[in-house]
Structures are given as structure tokens and as C-alpha cells.
Nanobody
Framework: QVQLVESGGGLVQAGGSLRLSCAASGRTFSRVAMGWFRQASGKQREFVAAVIGSDGSTVYADSVKGRFTISRDNAKRTVYLQMNSLKPEDTAVYYC????????????????WGQGTQVTVSS
């Protein structure tokens, strides 16, 4: 059974930074694509970023390109999301996900989810 536990959310002013962490247990971590999604109040869950290859290749939503960086530490079985230049529209619950296939940009592609961590950006 896979368990994903996020941490690192909080309240930050616009322009600030936060780093989210997701610790994983269960399946062989290093061979599995991992991602981050977010869900703002009243909106659908949306893709943020994913690390998809054994070489650490990454993909991002256009809305976060150049501001967010996803990375993974296979020894620690942890994936990170470094968020810089935060904007009020980044406010959401952020979810860590482990993929079952290659549909990285849709929530339907994720097999396992963390419980979520709240990120609030004040203006």
C-alpha cells in the first residue's frame, strides 16, 4: 500500500516562497512518476508539475513555469515542490500524487494521493 504524506504548506505574502515535501512509502519510488496538483476552493483539481523520468525530467503547467521547481530525492523517497514568486492565485490545497501511467497532466492519471496541504498567499 502506497502512502503519501505532504508537508510544508502555510501562509505567505505575495512574492514569497514555500517548499512542499511529499514523503512516499510502498512501491519502488525511484521508478515511479510523481507529481503535484492543486485545488482552489470551488474549482477542479489542476495539474501543477511532475517529475516523470528516471533521468529526472520534469513538466510544468504554464501558470507555474519559471516560478515552481519540482525535484525528487530517491534516497529519501521524497518529492519536493519549490514555489517562488508566489501569487494570490496560487492559493489552494496542494496534493502530491503518484502516477500509474503516463497521463501526467490529468488527475485521472494518478493512482495514489496524499491528504493535501494548504497554501495561502496573501496580497
Amino acid at each position: 500500500q502506497v502512502q503519501l504524506v505532504e508537508s510544508g504548506g502555510g501562509l505567505v505574502q505575495a512574492g514569497g516562497s514555500l517548499r512542499l515535501s511529499c514523503a512516499a512509502s510502498g512501491r519502488t519510488f525511484s521508478r515511479v512518476a510523481m507529481g503535484w496538483f492543486r485545488q482552489a476552493s470551488g474549482k477542479q483539481r489542476e495539474f501543477v508539475a511532475a517529475v516523470i523520468g528516471s533521468d529526472g525530467s520534469t513538466v510544468y503547467a504554464d501558470s507555474v513555469k519559471g516560478r515552481f521547481t519540482i525535484s525528487r530525492d530517491n534516497a529519501k523517497r521524497t518529492v519536493y515542490l519549490q514555489m517562488n514568486s508566489l501569487k494570490p492565485e496560487d492559493t489552494a490545497v496542494y496534493y502530491c500524487a503518484q502516477y500509474s501511467g503516463t497521463s501526467y497532466y490529468t488527475a485521472l492519471g494518478a493512482q495514489y494521493w496524499g491528504q493535501g496541504t494548504q497554501v495561502t498567499v496573501s496580497s
